[in-house]
């Protein structure tokens, strides 16, 4: 795409991210509406549209029936009734873990004390370039003992936003500086015993800016061809919950626009 068309695809990629075109299943302006606001033609229009679709950052339907993505039809059950928490203590606490026990008691069982294990929040981030390379790092985790693919990611800093925290970690762990940054999802690698929040970003297109600075942290810095995530995945090369949430949902996107494409 020329400057002109990549100025065009990244203000429309910001307002989605932004919900400047509202929520999951919402349309977002015609075709038309676009080209005179952005001052493009509809052929240019539409391939930033279509690379958008093939990104999984927009939906379409029918024809030239573009949508956020997100929506579902599946209805959120009613009727059932969460454990009582009675009270909680510390068994161990220090700034990386902290241990407790919970007295819990789900619904129609007996109450009993259950460990509760809390770690930091934590951003991951993976930034794809528009050759569909991957920004990945090959490192060294001593507590498996073995080298592996991550994705740039670290502990949210008191005071500070998430979406900072996996800007600030892509340009201390790689010397890039992430563009386009859009939030995935918020989940928990153990939902059954441990409290870790950590929230997935991806980001389209960056800058070198410097070296990483964070050495301990960097290994390796390399571009992965988004094809070749499906062979190191079942190599057993990708480290990490968050680098496979992130590189599966990069995955999915690709697809869902592929088919979308082909219809």
């Not at 493009?40 to 391939?47: C, D, F, P, S, V």
């Not at 339907?61 to 009727?79: E, I, L, M, W």
């Not at 990386?96 to 460990?115: A, S, T």
């Not at 015993?193 to 410097?210: L, N, Q, T, Y």
Request: no cysteine.
């Amino acid at each position: 795409m020329g400057p002109k068309t990549t100025k065009v695809y990244e203000t429309i990629r910001q307002r989605l991210a932004e919900g400047v075109y509202g929520g999951p299943g919402d349309k977002i302006p015609s075709e038309r509406s676009l080209s005179e606001e952005l001052g493009i033609g509809r052929t240019a229009l539409r391939q930033v549209l279509a690379r958008l679709v093939s990104e999984g950052a927009l939906e379409v339907r029918g024809r030239s029936s573009y949508r956020v993505p997100g929506a579902v039809s599946v209805k959120t059950p009613d009727g059932l009734e969460p454990w009582r928490i009675h009270g909680e203590r510390d068994l161990y606490d220090n700034r990386w873990v902290k241990l407790q026990l919970w007295d819990v008691e789900p619904p129609g069982v007996e109450r009993f004390e259950h460990h509760v294990v809390k770690l930091q929040h934590v951003a991951i981030t993976a930034v794809l370039d528009d050759q569909d390379r991957v920004l990945m790092m090959w490192r060294y985790r001593f507590v498996p003992q073995r080298f592996g693919w991550e994705l740039p990611g670290g502990i949210v800093d008191e005071g500070e936003s998430p979406a900072d925290t996996a800007r600030r970690e892509v340009e201390e762990e790689t010397g890039w500086r992430p563009k386009n940054l859009e939030h995935v999802v918020t989940y928990q690698p153990m939902v059954g015993m441990v409290d870790s929040p950590h929230e997935i970003f991806v980001a389209h297109g960056a800058e070198k800016v410097g070296e990483p600075t964070d050495l301990e942290e960097a290994g390796h810095i390399d571009w992965v061809p988004l094809a070749d995530i499906p062979g190191l995945m079942a190599r057993g090369d990708l480290l990490g919950s968050g680098t496979l949430v992130a590189l599966l949902h990069l995955l999915a996107a690709k697809g869902k626009g592929s088919l979308t494409a082909a219809r």
